[in-house]
């Protein structure tokens, strides 16, 4: 109750929830002493991808016993999840004292919600000068709350779609945008891209960063993997092969994403070992990208049917989800809520072959579109009806024996399953 009502006089502390600026933050931390010049970073930025690099990043650090502290966002079931400090996930009442303490040195001067917790983090982070900072770049980057560092030991670049076009003006709406957005500010230190969607998109950013002197391993020139069919896959760059054991999370992007992370810290040269890796990307764990729900309520209302959540909500997204579900030989049921700021007819024309489409409402988001009226999007596909909630939409499919349920669309959704769940 204490960190809610905290959290509820942090909302309030700035009319807009964004506002993109570096000024008010910048402020903040001049009074907290700067303490994200006293940190060690990786930064990761991208549209898709950065949670699970950053998972896969974290998992092989403490396979080797290298300490680490991580910034994420947004959250999906608690707020807690976006403060690790010393590989821990922070408790509620070290969250409340650090958000106190932090309110206090603001002094009631103006600031969003996330510029403040992005402070709150740098200043927690500060206190371990040796661990490792994992930094996932919010909105865009260029004036992101997370772009205050003098500093870092690397810039990770996943891959980049079109998002959240509603914050750029009209005219530029384009990949070419966002890219420069993303990546124009980044530091000189190591830069690590990963595998995008299209060549055009990746030499869009070759261009954007071609002035920035630092050293850059792009993905097929200098990293690659390849799929094995017997439970591997095979991982290659300058420093060797690796023969690895197929990590423990659903789809192919998932490779890219650890592919990316073997890759960042083998350039790094951390003192890991190719049984760190092993064992690293086989406890890997990730909320809510394409994560299967083996137990719980809602898994005993499919019973022995199974039941995966994925919180994509854009084109790429879409693909990477979909090129899962096309691997699968069997009946997909689907049921999707969104944001309405999302393109929605984009994302949901990448779903092929369907048995069912069931569209929901998304509990407490005033910003999501209405499950009526995500239905009267999708009328021309085959199959399509609303149900207000979850569970009435799960009791609504005909599911048979083997088929597969997918609650998809948004995060916020996602974190709705897993919390009836």
């Given at each position: ?59 092989i650090?403490?396979?080797a016993?290298?300490?680490c ?41 103006q ?120 439970d ?28 990316t ?71 997909k ?7 309405a ?9 990448y ?27 999708f ?14 939409a ?7 024996e ?20």
């Amino acid at each position: 109750m204490k960190l809610q009502k905290i959290l509820s006089r942090l909302q309030k502390l700035h009319p807009k929830e964004i506002d993109l600026s570096l000024v008010r933050i910048k402020n903040l931390l001049k009074k907290l002493g700067n303490p994200q010049d006293k940190i060690k970073a990786i930064t990761v930025v991208g549209t898709n991808g950065k949670n699970s690099t950053i998972n896969a990043i974290f998992s092989i650090l403490k396979s080797a016993n290298i300490k680490c502290n991580v910034y994420t966002s947004p959250h999906i079931l608690k707020i807690n999840e976006r403060f690790v400090f010393d590989n821990k996930e922070i408790s509620d009442e070290e969250l409340a004292d650090l958000f106190e303490e932090v309110e206090s040195i603001n002094d009631n001067k103006q600031i969003t919600y996330f510029e403040i917790l992005t402070a709150c983090y740098f200043y927690k982070a500060s206190k371990f000068p040796e661990n490792i900072n994992l930094i996932e770049a919010g909105l865009f980057h260029r004036f992101d709350a997370t772009n205050v560092l003098e500093k870092n030991i690397a810039s990770i670049i996943t891959s980049i779609s079109l998002d959240h076009l509603d914050w750029l003006p009209e005219n530029d709406r384009t990949i070419e945008k966002i890219i420069f957005e993303k990546t124009s500010s980044l530091l000189k230190s190591n830069i690590i891209i990963a595998k995008q969607s299209s060549n055009e998109i990746m030499e869009c950013i070759k261009q954007v960063i071609s002035k920035n002197n630092s050293n850059k391993i792009y993905y097929n020139d200098d990293y690659s993997f390849l799929i094995n069919e017997n439970d591997y896959f095979h991982y290659e760059d300058k420093f060797g092969k690796l023969k690895l054991p197929m990590p423990n999370l659903l789809g192919q992007f998932q490779l890219e994403n650890i592919s990316t992370a073997i890759s960042t810290l083998r350039n790094l040269k951390f003192d890991i070992t190719e049984a760190n890796i092993k064992s690293g990307i086989t406890n890997l764990t990730s909320l809510a990208r394409l994560q299967e729900i083996k137990s719980g309520k809602l898994k005993e209302l499919v019973k022995s049917n199974r039941l995966i959540i994925d919180g994509s909500h854009n084109e790429n997204g879409s693909k990477s989800l979909n090129n899962y579900l096309q691997s699968l030989n069997c009946n997909k049921h689907v049921v999707v809520g969104m944001m309405a700021n999302k393109h929605h007819e984009k994302y949901i024309s990448y779903f092929k072959n369907i048995s069912s489409l069931t569209t929901v409402d998304i509990p407490n988001q005033p910003n999501s579109i209405s499950g009526k009226d995500l239905m009267k999007k999708f009328k021309n596909l085959p199959n399509v009806k609303y149900q207000p909630n979850i569970l009435e939409a799960i009791k609504s499919i005909n599911l048979k024996e083997g088929d597969v349920l997918l609650i998809t669309g948004s995060l916020y959704l996602a974190g709705e399953v897993l919390s009836l769940n």
